[in-house]
């Protein structure tokens, strides 16, 4: 459980929750993460998790503006923490599954379940500074995509 800041900007910092198990994927995510945030002006704090249950604790703790997150978490999964959040939380912020999940019934159930975007790893790092840009921008208003886009 580790945390990352981003500066920039003089307004209150935006948290974002990353959950994957492998600290690597992390922390390439957390670059992604950073860059799309100096690129809006915008200041983050990344909040870390290597598994669902951590996770869960985190966003009970400092409330996402983002959650860009792997599907398979030890504890609780991508897809399970998703879940309990939305019943937890109406106004959920985006979630971006970028995961090992990669098969079309995968991304249809990852984003019918509420996700905001879903990328199978390896992910393009412009299409995720993109989603996480209109994310860190709109935050619960960002336009998900559509299971068959």
Known sequence: M??????SSSSAPDHVLVADPDATARGRLMQVIE????QLGRRVVIDQAADG?????????????????????????GL????????????LPPVIFVTHMSRASDR????????????AKPYDDEHLRVRIRDA???????QPERPFD
């Open 53 to 77: 249950t951590t996770a869960m604790t985190l966003w009970g703790e400092h409330p996402p503006r983002l959650v860009v997150c792997e599907v398979l978490l030890d504890g609780l999964s």
């Open 2 to 7: 580790a945390r990352a800041a981003s500066s």
């Open 108 to 119: 249809y159930w990852g984003l019918r379940n509420g996700a905001h975007a879903y990328l």
């Open 80 to 91: 399970a923490l998703l879940r309990r959040m939305k019943a937890d939380h109406p106004s």
């Open 35 to 38: 860059q799309a945030a100096r």
């Open 136 to 142: 860190l921008h709109k935050g619960s208003d960002a």
